[in-house]
């Protein structure tokens, strides 16, 4: 793939490792069965999102951007994929990841879940190489549920987003639409609702699981990375007969 891009010479001192780049020019390029598309954002609206991206990601490993295949951050605008526009789009067919630096950015809180929940996609990509399947997660889950039909159906769902207890186990209507979704969710609001999530635990033997989950998934990719999910079930909430031994 070619992009042509120029780095924020003049963030450079405040970028991440990788490195956040801004587009010049329009870009299309094949992801799986569809394409991405974006343009060029303003320096100003790559300049915000550069510091937030610094800010985000400041507690991240430099580690785990290696380990989770991330070599650049490209800000731009429009951002879509098959026509559908998106925050943010993790391309691990090309190392990157996406972040339109305008779509949601004056929704507090929303761009930088976005980051934290992105992310994880690529982790969870680097894993084992397979986002959409997960049966040892899924055995997690109360008996008898069932996943919907993945975020991309859920786009337009009013509040999907958005925290309930309403549904032991997942923290939002769109952890309910797919595994891959529910890990990502989970990984960011544990990140950036650290409190909520410990509370939640207390009671939610199914949540609490998660998490141990979670940080086994981050530890075995990257061992410093499993600090980042600082949030500890205590052994009572961990040992429900529905969880498998080998987890
Ligand atoms: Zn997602």
Redesign the pocket.
Known sequence: MFIAITCLGLLRPMLTTPPCVELNAPVVVRVGDGDLSCEPSSFDDSLDAAVRIQREFSTYPTALFARADCARIVLCTKLAYAGQLRAAI?DWEHNTLYIDTQRGAKSPGYPEHVLH??F??LIDHADDGDVYNDITWTALNPMGFRYGTG?VNAQTTRNTGALTDSMPGFLTH?ATTGV??DK??LFAFSITHRDYIAARIKTDTVLAAKVVRLKAILKNLCPDAEHLISIHPNASTTSHSAYPSNN
């Open positions: 993790p929940h992105e994880f996609h975020g769109y891959e979704e990502a969710e």
